[in-house]
Structure formats: C-alpha cells, structure tokens
C-alpha cells in the first residue's frame, strides 16, 4: 500500500524546512509569491493531499457546517441544499449534509453523528426539536440557526423563515374571493409546516361559516403520483369539491395531470393550488397558482450569519420573518 505524501515529504522534495511548507499551505500571504508557487508545484506533481483531520485537531475547528434537512427527496430542500452549498464553498466552509426523516428523533440522531466529527455550526430546517438535540447542542456550545418557518423565539442563535399561518391563510381566503365554498385540503404526512398550514385552511374556513371537514390525508411520499391518487380519492369522497389546497406542489402538479385525463377543468370546474412555487408550477399547463417562499434568500442568510457568528463577527439579524407572495396563475 503505497504511503499517504506528507508536508515532510513535500519539504524534502524541494530541500526547505517543514515549517516553510506549512506556512505557505496554511498562510500563504506569509511567504513569497515564487516560494508558494513552487510549494504548489511540488504538491501537485506528488500527490499531496492535506490532512483535514491533523488541521482540525490543531485548530479545533473543522470549518465544517452542517445542513439538515427532513428528507432528501422532497424538492423544496433541493434548492436549499443547493443555495447553502454554494454560499459555503465561496466562504470556504465544508457543508455536511443529514437527513432527518421528518421526526424530531431522526434529527436528533444526525446531530449526535456530527457533533463526533467536531462540526462548527447547524443550520436546522425544523423548529421543533427533542430536549436530547437541544441539550447537545447547547453543551457543545455551537452556533445554530433554524430556517423554513419563522418563530417569534429562536431556539438557537438565529431564526431565518416564512410565516406559515398567514401565508396559507391567504392561500385561503384567496379561494374563498372567487366564490369557492367546499375547499378540501390534501397533505401527506403532517409534519409542522404541513399541521400550520391546516391550521389556517380550518380557521379561514370556520372565519367563514364554512365546512373544514374535507381533510385528506395520504401514506404515501410527495410526489406526481402521490397527487394523482389524492385528487381521485378526495373527489370520489366529496364530489362537490370545488377547490382543493395541496400541501405542496409537486402533489398539486400530480392533481392537474389527473384531471386532464378525466377532462375535469381545473382553475374552471376545480380550482387546485400548492405551496412554495417550484421551477415547474410556472410552466405546467394550466400553470399552478401558489404560494412564493424566498427559500434562496433564507438559505443565504442562514450561511452569512452562521458563520460571522463562527468567526466571532458583529451579526446585525438574528430572527427575521421573511415575505411570501401569492402567486395567482390559471389553476385558480
């Protein structure tokens, strides 16, 4: 097994001290241009790699960040991934990446995990969490910020996100303007944003006078199909459905494409709408009418303030509720 090349070996390639070669990987600025050319040259033709974990233990600091998201098939956390990994390499941040399976407890296991690796921060997409995370967290004495829904207290140092309630609320009422009187309600697993968001369709519903019993809920993941199936049953339950408010977008997506097949005219007979405006709810035919969230923006924010509270910086936000938009199109 050939041995792994180590600054020794590079120093005695090019005849200097270990203590040179050092410098110019570790502080560039502190050696000449000619000198860190030539370190750069000698790296490269021996296949030098360096040794993050000797740096972390030398620096106790991994610059290292870890994102965790519910679930990594679920599109919404696509484009935070996304976002947050490419704020972290222009910042020169490692991003880790762990999936909490949509329970308290899976998140608690991903932050255990890498709390072993000597991470630098979290940036949490779940509000709620497990006096074990907490308790962790808190210990180790890592900066933390939370994303997705925003919360009048952070649990950690920074809040970054949307308010649920009022954004389905007017998701809501909007469909109550065109006259809509029997809007059902489709989720799939109710995790908090999906329990906050039925929160507000029943109480905009009962504001009005109106019936919140048409609740449908599904087994399955989200996804075309997932909406496909939901469309079906949820009309085939209360044919007098006249509008229906999907948890997200991708079921929304899955609903149209149903209805074409049964010759059901959506934003006419039905009126169908989403959540969180995904690439395709611009382009599909009819287009989905939903609700914006500015995930780019909270994603951005979350990595810039992370880590000026990591590197001891003066932080100007630490909460901040960001705007959502209705996104009114011909699906409603």
Same mark, same amino acid.
């Given at each position: ?231 079906? +049953? ?18 929304? +997506? ?47 924010? +979350? ?30």
């Amino acid at each position: 097994m050939n041995k792994r090349t180590t600054i020794a070996d590079v120093a005695a390639y090019l005849g200097i001290n270990k203590s040179t070669v050092s410098r110019a990987l570790n502080n560039p600025n502190r050696v000449s241009t000619e000198l860190k050319e030539r370190i750069e040259v000698a790296c490269k033709e021996l296949n030098y790699i360096p040794n993050v974990a000797a740096k972390t233990l030398a620096s106790s600091s991994s610059k290292s960040i870890v994102l965790v998201v519910p679930s990594f098939t679920n599109s919404v956390f696509a484009e935070i991934i996304s976002v947050v990994k490419a704020e972290c390499d222009e910042l020169g941040y490692n991003l880790l990446i762990g999936d909490a399976t949509y329970t308290k407890f899976g998140e608690e296991k991903v932050v255990e995990n890498f709390l072993s690796r000597n991470v630098d921060g979290f940036i949490l997409s779940e509000t709620e969490h497990t006096l074990d995370t907490k308790r962790m967290i808190d210990s180790a004495n890592l900066p933390t910020v939370e994303i997705m829904d925003s919360i009048e207290k952070p649990n950690f140092n920074a809040n970054f996100g949307v308010n649920q309630i009022e954004a389905a609320a007017c998701l809501t009422e909007y469909l109550i303007t065109k006259g809509r009187k029997n809007i059902a309600f489709c989720s799939t697993w109710l995790d908090r944003r999906a329990m906050l968001r039925k929160l507000a369709w029943e109480n905009t519903l009962e504001k009005h006078g109106m019936e919140s019993h048409r609740f449908f809920q599904t087994k399955e993941t989200t996804s075309f199909h997932n909406g496909e199936n939901a469309i079906s +049953a949820i009309l085939s339950q209360w044919p007098e459905t006249d509008a229906v408010f999907f948890v997200n977008d991708d079921m929304a +997506a899955g609903a149209i494409m149903q209805c074409q097949r049964f010759d059901i005219k959506v934003g006419k007979d039905l009126d169908i709408v989403g959540f969180n405006d995904l690439d395709f709810a611009g382009v599909i035919n009819p287009r989905l009418t939903t609700i914006r969230t500015p995930r780019t923006k909270m994603a951005k924010l +979350a990595v810039k303030t992370l880590v000026d509270i990591i590197e001891g910086k003066q932080v100007t936000s630490l909460s901040k509720e960001l705007p959502f938009e209705l996104m009114i199109r011909e699906s409603a």
